[in-house]
């Protein structure tokens, strides 16, 4: 058995199943997924370590834990259609194509987008397709999405990212609250907004979805 292999057996044993992630289909998409591939490569012996991984450029790679939860409460069906926002290099991505129909991963740094699209390509997703866009904006007119899954810590959710999704879609996020993430499954059923928390998830912030201060003296 190969290092990285072991390396995603011993993270899925000794972090993904003692943490309540109880879906076979989560822990086959993750253990089919080069981790190590979407780091950079002075970081590859230690993409499975039980932390978030700096990819550049101010973006990271969710500890494996608080992903997986967070992927297993999506419910990804076989059928749905995904907005991956703030997709890095990629990892989140190749997970969800695992799971859903397809994914559109949306990535606004465009050296990360490149690197995305090559590493999802050698990773063989060809469910996945990766647009260079502003985060906050999300994709309405390639939606609308079953699951939009956020990459990062936000401090609010834009009305406009509610807006696309389905009528029983869900956006997975870490809402910022008071400091501490939270993270949550938004709804937005019949235009009627729904929020549930499920635990607490400490991941870096994605800048893009900071509060606007408002005016400052």
Known sequence: MTHSVQARTNMIEGQLRPNQITDQKVIDA????NREKFVPRSLAGVAYLDEDIPVGEGRYLMEPMVFARLVEAAHVRPTDLVLDIACGTGYSSAVL????????????????AAQATELLSEEACDNVAVVNGPLKEGLAA????????????VDEVPQNILEQLTDDGRVICVLNENGVGKACILTYKEKIPGKRVLFDAAVPKLEAFAKDPGFVF
Do not use: C, T, W, Y
């Open 142 to 153: 390639q939606g609308p999405f079953d699951v939009i899954f956020i990459n990062g810590m």
């Open 30 to 33: 993750i253990a089919s997924v």
């Open 97 to 112: 194509g695992r799971l859903a129909e397809a994914v559109v991963a949306l990535e606004e740094n465009e050296k990360l």
